[in-house]
C-alpha cells in the first residue's frame, strides 16, 4: 500500500508539514509506504480551462512546464491521499488551490482516475478559516469519488508559527486517529 500526502504549504517544513509527517509516524509504524509531496512552494500556474485533456484524454494537462503531470501519476499509482494546506486569506493556500484545480480535473477528464482511492485532509490554521478550508479541500475528494476517511471531527490543528501546532494537543490527537481510521479503511479495502 502507497499513500502520497500532499504538501501545499508555501513553508517547506512548517506546521503543514509537522502534521502530516505526524500522520506518517502511523503509516511507518503500520509498514505503509508513505511520501509527502511537497507543491506550495512551486510556481504552479492554474488551470485555464483550455479542455485540451478532455480532448487528448492523455492523462496530462496541456500546461506542462511545472511538476502537475508528473504528480497525476502519483496520485494515480497511490491507494490513499491526504491534502494538507494552511489557511491562508480564510481558504486553501494559492498555490495548492492551482495545483488540485489542474489535477483533479485532469483525473476528471480521463475517467475519473483517482475513484475510489482513499483520502483525507488536514489544515493548519492561525484563527479563522478552518473550517471553510477543510470543506474546500473535502469537495476535491468527493468530486472524484474518493472515499473519504471517517474522521473524530474535522482535521483542524491551531498554530501560527511553525512548531505552534505542536501545541495543540487535541488537533494532534485528531491527526493520529484519522491516520489510524485511514490505515483500517485501506486494509479493509485491500482485504
Same mark, same amino acid.
Given at each position: 500500500?502507497?499513500? &502520497?500526502?500532499?504538501?501545499?504549504?508555501?513553508?517547506? /517544513?512548517? /506546521?503543514?508539514?509537522? @502534521? @502530516?509527517?505526524?500522520?506518517?509516524?502511523?503509516?511507518?509504524?503500520?509498514?505503509?509506504?508513505?511520501?509527502? @509531496?511537497?507543491? #506550495?512552494?512551486? /510556481?504552479?500556474?492554474?488551470?485555464?480551462?483550455?479542455?485540451?485533456?478532455? !480532448? &487528448?484524454?492523455? !492523462?496530462?494537462? +496541456?500546461?506542462?512546464?511545472?511538476?502537475?503531470?508528473?504528480?497525476?501519476?502519483?496520485?494515480?499509482?497511490?491507494?490513499?491521499?491526504?491534502?494538507?494546506?494552511?489557511?491562508?486569506?480564510?481558504?486553501?493556500?494559492?498555490?495548492?488551490?492551482?495545483?488540485?484545480?489542474?489535477?483533479?480535473?485532469?483525473?476528471?477528464?480521463?475517467?475519473?482516475?483517482?475513484?475510489?482511492?482513499?483520502?483525507?485532509?488536514?489544515?493548519?490554521?492561525?484563527?479563522?478559516?478552518?473550517?471553510?478550508?477543510?470543506?474546500?479541500?473535502?469537495?476535491?475528494?468527493? %468530486?472524484?469519488?474518493?472515499?473519504?476517511?471517517?474522521?473524530?471531527?474535522?482535521?483542524?490543528?491551531?498554530?501560527?508559527?511553525?512548531?505552534?501546532?505542536?501545541?495543540?494537543?487535541?488537533? @494532534?490527537?485528531?491527526?493520529?486517529?484519522? +491516520?489510524?481510521?485511514?490505515?483500517? &479503511? %485501506?486494509?479493509?479495502?485491500? #482485504?
Amino acid at each position: 500500500m502507497k499513500i &502520497l500526502a500532499i504538501n501545499g504549504s508555501p513553508r517547506v /517544513n512548517g /506546521n503543514t508539514h509537522i @502534521l @502530516l509527517t505526524e500522520m506518517g509516524r502511523v503509516f511507518e509504524r503500520e509498514k505503509i509506504d508513505y511520501e509527502i @509531496l511537497q507543491v #506550495g512552494n512551486k /510556481n504552479i500556474r492554474g488551470c485555464v480551462d483550455c479542455k485540451h485533456c478532455f !480532448e &487528448l484524454m492523455n !492523462e496530462k494537462c +496541456a500546461i506542462g512546464d511545472d511538476e502537475v503531470n508528473t504528480s497525476i501519476q502519483k496520485i494515480k499509482a497511490a491507494d490513499g491521499i491526504i491534502l494538507g494546506s494552511p489557511v491562508y486569506f480564510s481558504g486553501i493556500a494559492g498555490t495548492m488551490k492551482a495545483f488540485l484545480d489542474r489535477t483533479f480535473y485532469v483525473a476528471k477528464a480521463n475517467g475519473e482516475l483517482y475513484k475510489n482511492k482513499v483520502g483525507t485532509v488536514i489544515t493548519a490554521v492561525r484563527r479563522t478559516g478552518g473550517s471553510d478550508t477543510v470543506d474546500g479541500l473535502h469537495r476535491y475528494l468527493m %468530486l472524484s469519488g474518493i472515499v473519504p476517511v471517517p474522521t473524530p471531527t474535522w482535521g483542524i490543528v491551531y498554530g501560527r508559527e511553525k512548531g505552534e501546532v505542536l501545541q495543540d494537543t487535541d488537533g @494532534l490527537e485528531i491527526v493520529r486517529r484519522t +491516520a489510524d481510521n485511514m490505515v483500517a &479503511l %485501506l486494509k479493509k479495502y485491500a #482485504g
